[in-house]
């Protein structure tokens, strides 16, 4: 156990619809990364939150938004779902804002897209 | 441009036999590079990570890693693989700045 959790753990949905996945980072941890993995484009860092502000960005697109609250868990905004959203949806948390390398990730939470 | 390359992206290993899962990473700066490893459904646990101490990198559950900065290499061996060793394994790199880049995952199987 990671001590990073996420819900829900699954969730299925439909084709243009927005669904909110959130995670709650390791305590201590001021760092919140978002994941996207699925089969065709593997692991792709989406974005990261660093004490409620946005520090990196990867490969998110405009559909997708992430915020991190005051108590630092974060959520991750999926709107006008498309059927190539499907994938498990990954957060991590770290100590600080990457100067300290490693991650610790959650369970995942997967979504399917009908 | 920064990115990781994992050789082979599946592996079988007789049980007690040497694991050895290749990555190599690209990068114009030293690197923190890392091995995860990923059970079904579940999410990536930490296996080892290199930044820049010791090239000879010792994690848990048996594994190890050798940085070797010449070959631009970051490869993982066991020395005897067990039957739950079987999973996903990523590589992955992290050079400035705050984004990690993930190979595309071994899949490795123990075959009995």
């Known amino acids: 156990d990671s001590g990073v959790t996420q819900t829900p753990k699954h969730l299925i949905t439909a084709t243009g619809q927005r669904v909110t996945l959130r995670c709650s980072p390791r305590?201590?941890?001021?760092?919140v990364y978002w994941y996207q993995q699925s089969l065709d484009q593997g692991l792709q860092f989406l974005i990261q939150?660093?004490?409620?502000?946005?520090?990196a960005k990867g490969n998110i697109l405009e559909r997708f938004s992430a915020q991190q609250f005051p108590d630092l868990h974060s959520e991750l905004n999926l709107s006008s779902l498309e059927l190539g959203d499907s994938a498990l949806y990954f957060c991590?948390?770290?100590?600080?804002?990457?100067?300290?390398?490693?991650?610790?990730f959650g369970p995942g939470t997967r979504l399917t897209v009908l | 441009a920064q990115s990781v390359t994992q050789l082979g992206s599946h592996v079988s290993v007789s049980e007690g036999a040497l694991v050895l899962l290749r990555c190599n990473y690209s990068?114009?700066?030293?690197?923190?590079l890392f091995w995860y490893v990923q059970y079904p459904n579940q999410g990536l646990q930490l296996l080892l990570k290199?930044?820049?101490?010791?090239?000879l990198v010792k994690g848990i559950n048996g594994f190890e890693a050798e940085f070797k900065k010449s070959e631009t290499s970051f490869h993982l061996t066991k020395p005897s693989a067990h039957m739950s060793d079987a999973a996903e394994y990523f590589c992955?790199?992290?050079?400035?700045?705050?984004?990690?880049?993930f190979g595309t995952g071994t899949s490795l199987t123990v075959i009995p």
């Open positions: 991590a948390s770290s100590v600080g804002d990457g100067t300290i390398p490693e991650q610790f």
């Open positions: 305590s201590g941890d001021l760092s």
């Open positions: 939150y660093y004490n409620g502000e946005e520090r």
């Open positions: 990068s114009s700066v030293p690197p923190y």
């Open positions: 290199y930044t820049s101490a010791a090239t």
């Open positions: 992955a790199v992290r050079i400035t700045g705050n984004q990690f880049y």
